[in-house]
């Protein structure tokens, strides 16, 4: 399973643009890239998914380069409600096997 | 319709006791994850269930700890001896084959004492 790395802690203020880049350099050809979105007191909750180039939801933007060794959620204008720790996940569905969170990246909207 | 269910939310027990904890995956899916997630850290992955196959077990962090999952759809996670670090919050996820969104329940906060 690829490895992610994304930073410990973002702040913000509203009505910003959040950019979050997870690094997996070992990702394998058939893995897809997963961003979840945890609130305190919840079970993580599905944000966006990918496989390259770009993918919008009414939610997020997710930003993946040719090489597929790191990805950039976009939170357009975050507001208050955004803050929460978001995680990158790396993973390979076509076989059956464990998925790994890494510890997540803290972000922290201002007013 | 109905998301994933657990049960107990919150589970106080004393050290050396055994404890049973309950996920009630979204029908249909065949798919059950259960994690442990310890205050202020990430995502512990411990058990994965796929259909009729074996379950990989290799992310329980000692014999202490098992799962099962009957009829393919609820399963049981169980902690025997608990000791103190074993307090955590204790999520299960469930998804539909062939798909990459897991779908979480609100965890059971267990507490050894």
């Known amino acids: 399973l690829a490895k992610t790395t994304q930073p410990i802690s973002m702040d913000s203020y509203e009505g910003q643009e959040v950019n979050i880049t997870c690094s997996h350099n070992?990702?394998?050809?058939?893995?897809?890239i997963t961003w979840y979105q945890q609130f305190p007191s919840q079970g993580p909750r599905f944000i966006i998914q990918?496989?390259?180039t770009k993918v919008t939801n009414e939610v997020a933007s997710l930003f993946i380069p040719a090489d597929r060794k790191s990805s950039t959620l976009s939170l357009p204008r975050v507001s208050l409600s955004d803050t929460a720790v978001y995680y990158c996940?790396?993973?390979?569905?076509?076989?059956?096997?464990?998925?790994?969170f890494g510890d997540g990246t803290t972000l922290t909207v201002k007013p | 319709g109905a998301g994933v269910s657990q049960s107990p939310s919150n589970k106080v027990t004393e050290k050396g006791k055994d404890v049973e904890l309950r996920c009630d995956p979204i029908?249909?899916?065949?798919?059950l994850y259960w994690y442990r997630q310890s205050l202020g850290q990430g995502l512990e992955f411990l058990i994965y269930?796929?259909?009729?196959?074996?379950?990989?077990k290799s992310g329980l962090p000692s014999d202490r700890f098992s799962a099962e999952r009957t009829g393919g759809s609820v399963s049981t996670l169980t902690i025997q001896r608990t000791q103190q670090e074993d307090s955590a919050v204790y999520l299960c996820?469930?998804?539909?084959?062939?798909?990459?969104?897991?779908?979480f329940g609100p965890g059971t906060r267990l507490t050894v004492t």
């Open positions: 996820a469930s998804k539909l084959s062939g798909a990459y969104e897991q779908y």
């Open positions: 269930f796929q259909g009729n196959s074996a379950p990989d």
């Open positions: 029908s249909g899916h065949t798919a």
């Open positions: 990918g496989y390259k």
């Open positions: 070992n990702i394998a050809t058939n893995d897809y």
């Open positions: 996940l790396v993973g390979d569905n076509t076989n059956a096997g464990k998925s790994t």
